[in-house]
């Protein structure tokens, strides 16, 4: 039998509302209660339940996260830093891999307090489910997508920044790997950035592309594109997933960052420092992404009105493994 909050207000001698108040860190409860009240809570084997909190407060405590992938590193920092985030507030996060209009189906029956949405192509035709709810929106995508709060990490900028660091170089033959199958909104945004500038710079613009955004598509698509008898001297990288399966061909192929191979990675994660060669990156920091999106969605529910779109500035973080082609160096 599922342990009630009659059942540890009676274990505990004191009032059903004063274990109420504990349990959501209420600061009206004397702190001597409160670790009293948790400890048996915890002793009892207490879970909430969702739909009697939000009958006692009108709030679930429960944020809903449609995460399109399973596979990205990336995502899966940002899920979890986030996560971490909302649980100091003392909020539960559902995640659902599902398609977009099955989450958001979804989160409205269980009535979460806000829901989380993390663009992947998918978005097609779901204005009119979000019409159909009041729950807030949060969309971490591309400007214009869909008519909610959207959090834009410019990711055309970061690549942009990408071109202009390895051009400034005396690169000329830069490809961009990252390109996929299928209509991605964020993955079109950097490549349709690499496409404009390189015209731009009169050089030719390359994109491989791959099936998935990860670490052995990654490898698969540099191994044969590092094979070629006239190969480039600078790749730009969709993704850390992706930059970690070019490091990986290139190591096996004896090819030497930067020396014979600059690499430029979308995605400024911590993780590039740890790679066999630190690696240049382009992007928004992840502190900045977890904070600006952990803090809207908290304004959202507490009725703040918000802007209609937060866009985020990238940053070029120069590390070892980019430098000017051979026959440029003095």
């Known amino acids: 039998m599922a342990v009630t909050i009659k059942d540890i207000a009676e274990r505990a001698g004191v009032s059903f509302s004063t274990v109420s108040k504990a349990l959501r860190d209420s600061p009206l409860v004397r702190p001597e209660t409160k670790r009293k009240i948790l400890a048996i809570a915890e002793e009892m084997g207490y879970r909430p339940n969702i739909a009697a909190r939000r009958l006692v407060s009108n709030k679930s405590w429960t944020i809903g996260v449609a995460w399109p992938s399973l596979h990205r590193v990336t995502l899966s920092h940002l899920v979890t830093r986030i996560n971490e985030v909302l649980e100091e507030h003392k909020y539960t996060t559902l995640l659902s891999i599902n398609r977009m209009d099955k989450a958001i189906d979804a989160f409205a029956r269980l009535q979460v307090d806000a829901i989380f949405l993390i663009g992947d192509g ?165 502190d900045a992404i977890v904070d600006t999106i952990s803090r809207t969605l908290l304004a959202m529910i507490g009725g703040e009105k918000v802007p209609d779109t937060l866009f985020m500035e990238p940053e070029l973080f120069v590390r070892a493994s980019t430098a000017p082609p051979a026959g440029n160096r003095h």
């Not at 204005?127 to 709810?133: A, G, M, R, V, W």
């Not at 191994?223 to 990986?248: C, F, H, M, N």
């Not at 096996?252 to 993780?271: A, C």
């Open 122 to 286: 998918s978005e097609t035709g779901i204005q009119p489910l979000l019409e159909s709810i009041s729950i807030p929106v949060l969309y971490y995508g591309v400007d214009g997508t869909i008519p909610v709060p959207t959090v834009d990490v410019q990711r055309g900028r970061a690549v942009t920044l990408a071109v202009q660091h390895l051009a400034g170089q005396g690169h000329t033959h830069i490809v961009y790997v990252g390109g996929v199958t299928g209509h991605d909104v964020l993955q079109e945004q950097k490549t349709e950035a690499y496409e404009t500038r390189m015209r731009e710079r009169g050089l030719e613009p390359r994109v491989v592309v791959v099936p998935k955004m990860d670490s052995h598509e990654g490898y698969l698509a540099a191994k044969e594109l590092l094979r070629q008898p006239v190969r480039p001297t600078a790749l730009i990288s969709g993704s850390y997933d992706i930059t970690r399966g070019i490091l990986r061909a290139a190591g096996e192929l004896g090819i030497r960052i930067p020396e014979e191979l600059s690499v430029v990675s979308y995605d400024l994660l911590p993780q590039l420092d740890d790679l066999e060669v630190p690696v240049t990156a382009v992007g928004v920091h992840m």
